[in-house]
């Protein structure tokens, strides 16, 4: 029998998020008073961009990477944030501060196109400015078991429908290919890309490891992830051979490893792809060798 569901994203209870502070617009107000309009153009249409970011050591891992990204995402959008760089990193500590947070705490920072004046999608329509939200949550991650994966038919697409290098609001695809996931008594969707090449899941970056090689998507159809650069780098720098490359379900089905990485889980664990297991279905010895070097960069980045 399997065990229940497990999600990637999965926390320890925290009480404490029960009286968390959240930023909106500006002020610092309570979870329960933290409420945008059925007119923001991030609830209508899902039009807005976003950002997850991890506190160790009351320090933000990788601030300056996750700023280059947001700010490129706010170009390719057209979407003016209405704050500087510095702004945005200030309203980021403040709302940490107001927390109190010091170490395990997880940043979602979101910002939409606000307000329509009319409820259509035409960004004209958004006149007020926008809409910016920092949700910041006590946040130590609980993955009882490796993760099982299901292939699903929805794709990644090109970067003419929509680029899936973008943090969007929009992730609807995302989202059905993880109900299909489920429905098929996994955890997490494996998602491929156009030409049928294994390429990310719905929420996470993906990596196999084939005698002693660590594999990954060439990157063109999938997030350009922080924490799945920051292990290829780690990788190149330690001397463990790292591929960008194609390579389908059936050099995945004979993989000795399978990991995820992101920001909330850094690296977890694939047991199981399509009832096929990998591996002896736990966390193989370069998964292992991977989140120590991890681990040790995180140390460096956030002494």
């Not at 330690?238 to 995820?260: K, Q």
């Not at 989140?291 to 995180?298: G, M, P, S, T, V």
């Amino acid at each position: 029998m399997q065990e229940d569901h497990v999600s990637t994203h999965q926390a320890e209870e925290d009480a404490r998020n029960e009286q968390i502070l959240i930023y909106l617009n500006g002020k610092i107000v309570p979870k329960a008073e933290a409420v945008v309009s059925v007119y923001d153009s991030g609830f209508m249409l899902g039009d807005g961009i976003w950002e997850g970011l991890r506190l160790y050591n009351n320090t933000w891992a990788f601030l300056d990477d996750h700023m280059d990204r947001l700010f490129e995402a706010s170009l390719a959008v057209d979407l003016d944030i209405g704050m500087t760089r510095e702004q945005v990193i200030s309203a980021l500590l403040e709302t940490q501060n107001a927390n109190r947070m010091t170490h395990d705490a997880h940043a979602r920072l979101m910002i939409t196109r606000g307000l329509k004046v009319r409820p259509f999608q035409h960004p004209s329509l958004s006149q007020t400015g926008p809409t910016v939200a920092i949700i910041m949550e006590h946040s130590k991650p609980s993955i009882p078991r490796p993760i099982r994966l299901a292939t699903v038919p929805h794709q990644r697409g090109l970067p003419m429908t929509q680029d899936p290098k973008l943090n969007s609001h929009s992730k609807l695809n995302c989202i059905l290919a993880c109900i299909a996931a489920e429905k098929a008594g996994a955890d997490e969707a494996l998602m491929l890309d156009v030409h049928g090449f294994v390429n990310t899941t719905n929420a996470c970056n993906f990596f196999i490891v084939r005698k002693g090689e660590v594999w990954t998507s060439t990157g063109d159809y999938c997030m350009n992830g922080i924490t799945r650069q920051k292990v290829i780098d780690l990788c190149r720098s330690n001397g463990i051979p790292v591929h960008e490359r194609n390579y389908s379900l059936v050099d995945t089905y004979g993989a000795d490893e399978a990991f995820l990485t992101g920001t909330f889980g850094a690296q977890t664990p694939v047991g199981d792809i399509d009832g096929r297991q990998i591996g002896d279905g736990q966390m193989g010895p370069m998964t292992k060798k991977i989140r120590a070097l991890y681990k040790e960069l995180i140390e460096r980045e956030c002494a």
